[in-house]
Nanobody, 129 residues
Framework: QVQLVESGGGLVQAGGSLRLSCAAS????????MAWFRQAPGKEREFVAA????????DYVDSVKGRFTISRDSAKNTVYLQMNSLKPEDTAVYYC??????????????????????WGQGTQVTVSS
């Protein structure tokens, strides 16, 4: 049974940093896309960042480019999201997701929710002004 477990959320002041972790179990995702999505109150869930595979291509929504960094540790089967210069508009529940497909290093990871097969339970990130 595949499980994704997020951690690292919390309350932080604007301008601060947080590092989210998502540990996968049940199968390896070292050659498969893993991503972060978020859902703010009253809004639809949106794509934040993705990595096609460990050491592969990455993609970010424009609003977090230059502030957030997605990374992978294949040995730990874990994906991270380093969030710097946080803003109140980054407040949301952050979800980790994984695709069961195998991707080449140059392939662009998907942004669509429907492309991801496994999801974590979410972790709350609150940024105060």
């Amino acid at each position: 049974q595949v499980q994704l477990v997020e951690s690292g959320g919390g309350l932080v002041q604007a301008g601060g940093s947080l590092r989210l972790s998502c540990a996968a179990s049940g199968r390896t995702f070292s050659m498969s896309p893993m991503a972060w999505f978020r859902q703010a109150p009253g809004k639809e869930r949106e794509f934040v960042a993705a990595a096609s595979r460990a050491g592969g291509s990455t993609d970010y929504v424009d609003s977090v480019k230059g502030r957030f960094t997605i990374s992978r540790d294949s040995a730990k089967n874990t994906v991270y999201l380093q969030m710097n210069s946080l803003k109140p508009e980054d407040t949301a529940v952050y979800y980790c997701a994984a695709d069961r497909g195998i991707y080449a290093y140059g392939a662009v990871p998907p942004r669509a929710e429907q492309r991801y097969d496994y999801w974590g339970q979410g972790t709350q990130v609150t940024v105060s002004s």
